[in-house]
């Protein structure tokens, strides 16, 4: 296997993979959009030849049989050189509020409205989107936290071995697409009921002291790190890139985030991760 490797970069229209291609240039892979999968056994042979060893390529996922099979052609391209798919989706009214901010024409528009065209681009890539290493939901993420969550699982002089994100949210607002693990703290005392705390987050020092209140709080901590403890080796032994760990509590602002910020005080000096803490719902 050559020691090369090609980052795939695919999903949704509107979902981030434009940006996500900016990120990995910046990274220092070489950059290669829109290619047709018919010629990707051509332009590996080329870069090949220029000996040219970190490639992020996003595929032409809608073409017809003419351009050739997606996943076929990465399949191919997984005999020669380590590969990864990345996938990236977002939330229905975040691609439609994208769409109708750009002005831009859906490549299935000829489905019909806007959303169905989503709902058929959704479904077309749905054996792709199950063939991913990774899983991207750009829904809340900022041009920032998404190029900080590429370059902790791909940049090339990174030595962590496993990219870690953990997410505080809050159900009310729904599920994060893309989580690997998800943990729901409803059960631990709610500072909301507190006038005094509401405002606060759970990154503040007295809401930390309501919640360790809660006798469960404790042995919660406890068991939740020993099975992380135990569950993180066996990720990096897997060769896992990116594991993304969902903390959720009702409004995503007190108990999700004090657990996450346990979560990361117990790793943060382990060599062998690359941390960050991504709160969706804390300014809602």
Known sequence: MSAGRIVFVT???????????KTF????????????PAALDETLRVLDAARIG??????????????????????????????SLLYFEARNDALVRRFSETRRRHPFASRGSLREAIAAERDALLPVRERATMTVDTTMLTHGALKERLAAAFAPEARALLAMTIVPFGF??????????????RFLRNPNYDDTLRPLTGEDERVARFI?????????????????????PHAIAEGKAQLTIGIGCTGGRHRSIYIARRIYAHFENDERIALAIEPRDVGR
């Open 172 to 185: 009310k607002y729904g599920l994060p697409l893309d989580l690997d693990m998800l943990f729901d703290v």
């Open 54 to 83: 970190e490639v992020a390529i996003a595929l032409d996922t809608h073409g017809d049989a003419l351009l050739g099979d997606a996943l076929a052609a990465i399949e191919r391209a997984a005999r020669t050189r380590a590969t």
């Open 212 to 232: 360790e209140t809660d006798a469960a709080c404790e042995p919660f901590v406890t068991k939740l790190l020993d099975m992380l403890v135990f569950l993180v």
């Open 25 to 36: 240039e910046d990274l220092g892979f070489y950059c290669v959009e829109h290619l047709p």
């Open 11 to 21: 999903g949704l229209s509107g979902a981030g993979k434009s940006q996500a291609m």
